[in-house]
Nanobody, 111 residues
């Protein structure tokens, strides 16, 4: 498993944007899919989306607002989040199908 470190979280107003980054300690080229989950206070961890060699898929709650991308050369995965809503407030975790998980980055959407 690679080590994953997320960054880019913070406080943003509704309608704003953030770009989360996930840096891997090793190559992600051979990892079939990389993705993101989130966990809001008092709620279960929720799948946000994933990107594989074949497709990019998103949860209905973020479709059209969030965009996943993957840079296999630099071993990074990105989550561009636009038109953020208060219900997007959560800790966001990066993960891979090799079983790796990051420690999360906090995203707070509030006016």
């Amino acid at each position: 498993q690679v080590q994953l470190v997320e960054s880019g979280g913070g406080l943003v107003q509704p309608g704003g944007s953030l770009r989360l980054s996930c840096a891997a300690s090793g190559s992600i080229f051979s990892i079939y899919a990389m993705g993101w989950y989130r966990q809001a206070p008092g709620k279960e961890r929720e799948w946000v989306g994933h990107i594989s060699r074949d497709a990019v898929e998103y949860a209905d709650s973020v479709k059209g607002r969030f965009t996943l991308s993957r840079d296999n050369t630099n071993n990074r995965v990105y989550l561009q989040m636009d038109d953020l809503k208060p219900e997007d407030t959560a800790v966001y975790f990066c993960t891979g199908t090799d079983g790796s998980w990051g420690q999360g980055t906090q995203v707070t959407v509030s006016s």
